[in-house]
């Protein structure tokens, strides 16, 4: 069983910056898929961002080049950096894991979740 732990939203203007954190606990076993997702009201949850044991990243396209997924495997730790950030990024950031060799986009491949956290950016 695995806990995710997610910390770091808050509520910021627009073209500023934050940077969210998701801590790990609990046993796991092979290789793993960890990533962020969001969901605004009213919306469906989305892919932001996935990272694999290998450490190779792909994004949605509305975030590329923007943000930037890393994890630190000594610490457990999933980061998402977001920078220039808009208000359509306002939604509820939710990191996620699942193991598995391939890394797949859709959230009902990801078997452990977190609690989320608010990010709110302002015009």
């Known amino acids: 069983q695995v806990q995710l732990m997610e910390s770091g939203g808050g509520s910021v203007q627009a073209g500023e910056s934050l940077k969210l954190s998701c801590t790990a606990s609990?046993?796991?076993?092979?290789?793993?898929?960890m990533a962020w997702f969001r969901q605004a009201p009213g919306k469906e949850r989305e892919g932001v961002a996935i990272?694999?044991?290998?450490?190779?990243?792909t994004y949605a396209d509305s975030v590329k080049g923007r943000f930037t997924i890393s994890q630190d495997n000594a610490k457990n730790t999933l980061y998402l950096q977001m920078n220039s950030l808009k208000p359509e990024d306002t939604a509820m950031y939710y990191c996620?894991?699942?193991?598995?060799?391939?890394?797949?986009?859709?959230?009902?491949?990801?078997?452990?979740w977190g609690q989320g956290t608010q990010v709110t950016v302002s015009s």
């Open positions: 996620a894991a699942a193991y598995s060799n391939v890394c797949y986009g859709s959230s009902h491949e990801y078997n452990y």
């Open positions: 609990g046993s796991s076993y092979g290789r793993r898929c």
């Open positions: 990272i694999d044991s290998d450490g190779s990243a």
